[in-house]
DNA sequence: CATGACCCTGTATACGCTACAGGGTCATAC
DNA sequence: GTATGACCCTGTAGCGTATACAGGGTCATG
């Protein structure tokens, strides 16, 4: 085999992915399908790195596959504005700030509950009784 | 039918849960297997109620359904020691503080991100950049 | 030509539901 | 008595983001 070809295990190694992973993105139409070499494995080209390279980041700071997806699709057309990839990444940091919101809230209500129990007999239990319907 | 026995729909009505989610929980384990009417209905009792109530706030409050599980089967055995209790709940609160944690982290590269972006074209858009393998 | 590393496809699994198809039951109105 | 509509039943498929595995083919090396 041609020892210059990407194979999809070389693709995996360098961007730390898993090989059923970048088939799936593959399958999820976030990579292009690669062309074959004549048995059967797919023969990758340095664009495809770059394009894998960059789903690993944005999946790295929690973008969806959609978001993601349109992402990729702005990144290439480079002549259009970019408020459209700012509104995708503003989307994304409201959704984080929310669930950041909503975990420190809940982080609040375990503290209220777990620093009830006095750990005596599940009878007595601080953290089963606020759980229980009164 | 008598009018007195609870159907699953006045279950899912008490509780704010979803008719399916509810067969869905007996399925799973969480609720047990009611009896039925002759037609085959779901017949529940006060202490079925009582266990979705249950199970519906230890949702609310983020537990997982395994987690909810052992904490049911604790609280069915109501002379051992809660700390088997208070053990699942700190293990809970421990991976809220996690995802905070990493949320924050998170949420500081996407501000990064984000500030730095002129909103010009898509070509000089920092956050492209960013995701974009140097 | 045997071994083992690598690749292929297709399917099942995880979580916690939700939705739907295709049917049965029940209370109420006429 | 029957028509309507609200409710119930089972079973299956779908969401998102992978991961795992079965059963097989290909390739480089000894």
Wanted: with cysteine; glycine share 6%; aromatic share 4%.
């Amino acid at each position: 085999m041609n020892s210059s070809i990407l194979t999809i295990g070389h693709l995996a190694r360098q961007t730390g992915t898993k090989v059923e992973t970048i088939r799936f993105y593959e399958k999820n139409g976030l990579l292009p399908e690669p062309s074959r070499t004549e048995g059967n494995y797919r023969a990758y080209e340095p664009d495809h790195l770059n394009r894998l390279s960059f789903i690993r980041r944005a999946r790295d700071l929690g973008f969806s596959l959609d978001q993601i997806r349109a992402l990729l699709a702005l990144s290439d057309n480079r002549g259009q504005s970019c408020a459209a990839v700012d509104a995708i990444a503003s989307e994304h940091r409201a959704e984080v700030e929310k669930k950041i919101t909503d975990l420190m809230a809940l982080k609040a209500e375990l503290d209220r509950m777990i620093d009830q129990c006095e750990c005596g007999v599940v009878a007595d239990c601080r953290i089963i009784e606020t759980l229980s319907p009164k």
